[in-house]
Each structure stands twice: as C-alpha cells, then as structure tokens.
C-alpha cells in the first residue's frame, strides 16, 4: 500500500544537484535503509486491488522492522494527548503574562501506538511547504527558497535521525512537489515551476502569475492549479526536453486554488470559495460542490475524496461528487494538511497550531490528537506509504520523522 507518486520507469537515475560529498547521485531508497539495517531482507510486494490508497503499489517494504526503533530504544514518556502549558483547556494563541503562549509538544502518543524518532530543528530556513518521496530519498521545499534531499540514519539509540545529503537552490520559494516519470517538479512562489530530470536536464514551465500550490499527473499529462484562480495543463516535448501548456483553465473555478486530484473521468479542484468538478473530457465544471468553504486539501481513499475544509470540518465524496459522509469540526481546530497513512489505516490531519489529529478508516472516526509542534503550523504531511512512517514539517523550517507501530509502541 502506497501513497506516494513514484517513478513510471523503474531503475536508478541521477538526481538534481550535487551530494554534499560532491557526487552527483546518491542512490538511496527506503528499501536499501532494509537490507543495511534489517536483520533479513524482506520481499516487495507486487500490484494488489486491495489498496486502500489510489496511488502505485511498487517499491515497498514488507516488513516494517528496517524503521520499527531497536530493543533498548526510547521514545520518551507521554499520553500523546493535547498538552497545553498549565491546567484546564488552555486559552489559545497569544501571551499570557509577557510569555508567548507555547503548548507543551509530545514525543510518544500511546493512545494511538504513535512515536517520534527525530526533529530535525532548523532543517530549512523557513516554512517546509511540501514533501515527496523518490526512490533517491525525501525531498523537502521550503520558503527559504531551496530545496533538500534527507535520508534516515540509524543512530546508536535505535531510532532514526534525519540526514540532509542534496541542497539545491530554487529561483523563489517553494510551495509544492511532485515526482513523477523521472521528474521532479516544484511550484514556485512566482508562478513558475522548476523541473529537474534525473538525468540531469531541468526546464522552467512559465505560465502562472502568482504561486503555484498543486501539482498532478494524469496520463502523462502535468496539471498544475495556483492562486491566479487557474488550473494548467502541460505536455513534454520529448525530444527537447521541455513542458508547452496545452490548456488553461479558469471559468467557474473557486478561486485561488489550493488542491487539485484526479478521480475518475474529473478533476476534483479545491479552492477558497469551495470543491468544483472539472470533466476531463470536455476541461469543463460539471458541478460546485458545497459548501462554499475554504479546501485545505483534498485525499483519495478507496474510490472516494476526503476533503478538508481550513475551519476544520471535513467531507466524504464519491467520484461523480455524491456527499457520503461528513465530519464535524475537529477539535484541535483549522486544517491545514491531510496525508493518508497506511498502518490503520488513518488520515493524519495537520493543524494552525501544530498538532495533528488522526481519524480511522474505513469507519471515519476520530481516533485522537497530539502537540507534534508548539504552536508553529503543520505546514506539511507526508507519509512514507510503508511501515507507518511519516514526516512533518513546521512553519518554523523544523522537520519531524513519525511512525505508527502496529501492536503499539515499545515501554517508554
């Protein structure tokens, strides 16, 4: 079970920019962390129509030992409840006697079998905005107008710390991340995206006035959605190595748009003003879904989407936009970021004020939350697609590696 875009061609490329050791390819993938570290080497897994996520089936770990932290390690001590500084409920945001207001941040969520096994503080100068996985590693794009490749390293503790390997500097600040037939993509601030090939070439897409928030793939076509209110599509030129768009598409979409997915014959588009339906095979709206809310970002699951509204509710709907199900709002308040988690399953929701509330699947319940940050926004979720593994990244430029262990967590 996956939820990541990988590769469409399977082998070893180079990656965009230089190792930090002045190699220009580092070819680690989660699968070679299991054979250094694992005690035996696990066989993938094949295709299977049992995914619960609509993504790829390939490069999968089976066995979850390779990140599951070593006999003797600690994942510290809590109930991985909300924790806020003194009693009660707390008062939110703002300062209480001179002091900015800091809720107290969780390392171990039992109630949840949920662990942390780093933070990397200072990982990016400022906001991570998006994450991916490759099959060279994690990459990370920040505000801070660059981009990084990270790699998981066993420590003597036995968990897993964070290792940057690859910076490569961006011509803005970066807002979101795909990877998809050898190619990486990153929307920037200014409208452009920056591509890069694994075989080194890289291309400038330039379209979009303002930042580019979303990006997709759908039979070989690059779609890209922004905050100019447009969606675009791109097509590659093979042989010149560069991407021309093809369609432009702006009539009754809702406004500067925040997320786009592909789900049978539509394109499901949030934006500020709510959920549209864009036909694929007419590039019309077929229908505006209510309500007319702000979409924080939108999810697959078994053939359905999950949308996530910013003031914290969220909605159910099948592929021709029909209302399932539906979810009060969370507790733990606005939503910025959903990612869908393999071991529960669970959808992971990130929050205004850092911490992140997890919701099981298929039964759609609240499951519980937790301070992952104090107080910073949860500016982006990635899940791994394998062995509950996942990563946040702050408003503050820190970035967290996660992991669900099914059975439950070791004695803290």
Not at 14 to 31: C, E, K, L, Q, V
Not at 173 to 201: E, T
Not at 267 to 272: C, E, I, Q
Request: charge should be positive; proline fraction near 4%; charged fraction near 25%.
């Amino acid at each position: 079970i996956v939820y990541v875009v990988v590769m469409s061609e399977r082998g070893r490329g180079r990656g965009a920019g230089r190792r930090s050791d002045g190699r220009r390819d580092g070819s680690w993938t989660w699968g070679l962390v299991s054979k250094t570290v694992a005690t035996g080497r696990g066989r993938g897994r094949g295709r299977t129509n049992s995914s619960h996520w609509g993504h790829d089936t390939r490069h999968v770990l089976k066995s979850d030992s390779a990140l599951k932290p070593r006999r003797g390690a600690s994942w510290g001590k809590g109930d991985g409840r909300e924790s806020r500084d003194g009693k009660g409920k707390g008062k939110g945001k703002g300062h209480k006697g001179g002091r900015e207001w800091r809720p107290k941040t969780v390392v171990r969520v039992d109630a949840d079998a949920i662990g942390r096994h780093c933070e990397v503080k200072g990982a990016h100068g400022s906001s991570i905005q998006a994450m991916v996985m490759t099959e060279q590693g994690i990459y990370t794009t920040s505000q801070d107008k660059t981009m990084k490749r990270w790699k998981p390293k066993l420590s003597s503790t036995g968990v897993f710390e964070l290792e940057a390997e690859l910076t490569v500097p961006l011509k803005e600040s970066g807002h979101s991340l795909l990877f998809s037939g050898g190619w990486l993509f990153c929307g920037l601030w200014d409208g452009q995206v920056q591509a890069f090939a694994q075989d080194g070439s890289e291309a400038i897409l330039k379209g979009h006035s303002k930042r580019v928030t979303t990006l997709a793939v759908h039979q070989g076509v690059l779609m890209s959605g922004s905050a100019d209110k447009e969606v675009r599509l791109w097509q590659m030129d093979p042989v010149a190595k560069t991407f021309n768009c093809t369609h432009t598409i702006e009539e009754s979409l809702p406004g500067p748009i925040s997320k786009i997915h592909v789900l049978g014959g539509h394109l499901f588009v949030g934006g500020l003003y709510g959920l549209a339906m864009l036909d694929l095979a007419t590039l019309k709206v077929s229908k505006l879904l209510p309500p007319t809310k702000a979409v924080a970002d939108l999810l697959e699951f078994q053939g359905h989407i999950i949308a996530a509204y910013s003031e914290g509710i969220i909605k159910i709907f099948d592929a021709e936009g029909t209302l399932k199900s539906e979810m009060r709002q969370l507790e733990a308040g606005p939503i910025l970021r959903l990612a869908g988690l393999e071991s529960g399953p669970r959808v992971l929701c990130g929050h205004q004020r850092g911490q992140v509330s997890t919701i099981t699947l298929p039964s759609f319940e609240f499951k519980t939350a937790f301070q992952a940050l104090p107080g910073q926004k949860t500016d982006s979720l990635l899940c791994a697609g394998h062995d509950g593994i996942f990563l946040i990244g702050s408003q503050d430029g820190s970035l967290q590696l996660w992991q669900r262990v099914e059975g439950g967590l070791p004695p803290g």
